[in-house]
């Protein structure tokens, strides 16, 4: 069964950068996976942040990261990347990558996503 590991959380100043990685383990084509990056804040859902299809040729953000947010994937690697610029006091949460299965394009719904890695925390201050 696929394992998700996330990493490179951390606290930074509002404006400020941080990139978060997830490694994927237990699987023999990570290519046959979209991926995802959502995340949740204490008190609140856990809210779509970023996809990537398969290939990395398609990616979808939600609307609060456009043009601040960057996903991407190494097929080789068996990664997947969030870039986070100019952040803000209200990016803080748990950041979670996600898989799903399939060669379809990349999905912001959370049912369609079987594994998820255990998180990784993001603080911003102001």
């Known amino acids: 069964q696929m394992q998700l590991v996330e990493s490179g959380g951390g606290s930074v100043q509002a404006g400020g950068s941080l990139r978060l990685s997830c490694a994927a383990s237990?699987?023999?084509?990570?290519?046959?996976?979209?991926m995802g990056w959502f995340r949740q804040a204490p008190g609140k859902e856990r809210e779509f942040v970023a996809a990537?299809?398969?290939?990395?040729?398609?990616?979808l953000y939600g609307d609060s990261v456009k043009g601040r947010f960057t996903i991407s994937r190494d097929n080789v690697k068996k990664t997947v990347d969030l870039q986070m610029n100019s952040l803000k006091p209200e990016d803080a949460a748990s950041y979670y990558c996600?898989?799903?299965?399939?060669?379809?394009?990349?999905?912001?719904?959370?049912?369609?996503?079987?594994?998820w890695g255990q998180g990784t925390q993001v603080a911003v201050s102001s």
């Open positions: 996600a898989a799903k299965h399939g060669l379809g394009g990349p999905t912001a719904r959370r049912p369609e996503y079987a594994y």
């Open positions: 990537i299809n398969w290939s990395g040729s398609g990616t």
């Open positions: 237990s699987i023999r084509t990570f290519s046959d996976y979209a």
